[in-house]
């Protein structure tokens, strides 16, 4: 699976994650031979920032969402401009981005916009920005780079709004993004703590399901913490500094070994890569494992799991958690495909189906049902009880989440990670 049910934690870094924020850190790295960092267009409130006690007061959330909303008409070149400001004035920092930087430009709107959504909410937009902290450990991002970052995007949104801009809607950005890259910039020290920045792995069975479906069995160098349901970043060989996310497809092994599903898109570089190219014996990167599709055990509710195409890797894993657990809450997955043919996991959750009384399998196609997988979900149930969790594409989990809240089911017992990478992570 290209792009997990979240994605999350990755918005628009070098090589596809989140985005830089400024930082009291100098410009160029120490002993760099990158050039001087231009005065113009870089506030130099940005040296002397306090660190505030709250991300934006309402009156900087108004002052940043405005600002926000002034460049929504012009918004690529916004961010084509910011991209040429930095490599124009830190030209040191462009061999830690893809080469081709058409979807990196698209990233970087999208986690600004997720960020200012929550601007007024802390807890959220914290969690957010840890992840995006401790997810840039692995494209060898170092504090002092943020400050650069952040100078050329704050240059950026004034040269594109000048009817707005002014020195308080300066001195507002600059309050949220110290604050913004302080969380960030923390969260990464304290997972360097605890784990590396990326783990080596090694493919050691590369099982071809149909023609574009692989199942890719994987020995981590070092020993990889993770939880059923949630995913992880590849990097190949073939396409350096280009990282898409997968989901594990079981719970964590004895014999430390992971499992994904990978299907393979039309011009998808690392898909294609890993379907059509990677063999065994082959070693790729994998980031630090993320997402919030876990199993609350805390609860004896039943889960309905909707899973579509390569989506069954993590709803696979979640009934082996449930299981694992000793738990007989009852469990009912909804396994839905194009066609027949894409039902390529389906003999395995037919077996553990007979395996657990408590697991009921039902598999919805649309050619041959003629009718979607939220509208298959609709005519059971009732759902209301139960913890839903939803993997596969965007389509499919925006409208399952209608479907669910519609026929009732609180949205606190609905999950599923964020979508907005998955139309530019799944390739």
Not at 35 to 45: C, G, K, L, M, Q
Not at 338 to 344: A, G, I, K, V
Request: hydrophobic fraction near 40%.
């Amino acid at each position: 699976m290209d792009a997990p049910t979240t994605t999350s934690a990755d918005n628009g870094t070098p090589g596809g994650g989140g985005w830089f924020t400024p930082h009291t850190a100098p410009a160029v790295p120490p002993d760099s031979d990158g050039p001087e960092r231009p005065s113009t267009d870089a506030p130099a409130a940005l040296e002397h920032a306090e660190l505030p006690t709250a991300v934006g007061a309402s009156q900087d959330a108004l002052l940043i969402r405005r600002t926000m909303a002034e460049i929504a008409p012009v918004a690529d070149q916004v961010t084509s401009y910011f991209y040429a400001l930095l490599f124009v004035r830190h030209p040191e920092l462009r061999p830690l981005f893809p080469p081709a930087m058409d979807i990196q430009r698209e990233r970087l709107l999208k986690a600004l916009l997720t960020a200012v959504e929550h601007i007024d909410n802390r807890p959220v937009l914290v969690d957010y920005l840890e992840n995006l902290g401790r997810g840039h450990r692995k494209y060898g991002t170092r504090p002092e780079y943020y400050r650069a970052l952040g100078e050329c995007l704050i240059g950026a949104l004034s040269e594109y709004t000048p009817a707005v801009w002014n020195a308080e809607t300066e001195a507002a950005w600059v309050r949220a993004y110290t604050t913004i890259s302080q969380v960030m910039i923390d969260a990464a020290a304290a997972d360097e703590l605890r784990l590396p920045a990326w783990w080596y792995a090694e493919i050691v069975a590369h099982d071809l399901r149909t023609p574009d479906v692989a199942v890719l069995t994987l020995r981590p160098d070092q020993p990889y913490p993770f939880l059923a349901g949630q995913y992880t970043s590849v990097e190949t060989p073939w396409w350096p500094r280009i990282w898409r996310h997968y989901s594990f497809a079981s719970t964590p092994r004895s014999d430390g070994l992971l499992t994904i599903h990978v299907k393979a898109v039309p011009g998808g570089w690392v898909s294609n890569a890993l379907v059509h190219r990677a063999r065994p014996g082959d070693v790729i990167r994998l980031g630090p494992a993320t997402g919030s599709m876990t199993v609350d055990h805390t609860t004896d509710s039943g889960l309905l799991c909707l899973g579509g195409g390569t989506g069954i890797a993590p709803i696979k894993a979640l009934v082996e958690d449930v299981a694992e657990r000793g738990e007989r809450r009852p469990v009912e997955v909804f396994y839905g495909a194009r066609t027949d043919h894409d039902l390529y996991d389906i003999d395995t959750m037919l077996r553990l189906q007979q395996s657990h009384p408590w697991l009921s399998v039902r598999a919805v196609v649309d050619q041959r049902a003629h009718l979607q997988l939220p509208d298959a979900v609709r005519e059971h149930g009732p759902w209301t009880q139960y913890e839903a969790y939803l993997s596969g594409p965007p389509g499919m989990i925006r409208s399952g989440v209608d479907v669910l809240r519609d026929i009732g089911v609180p949205a606190e017992r609905i999950r599923h990670d964020s979508v907005e990478e998955l139309v530019v992570a799944g390739n």
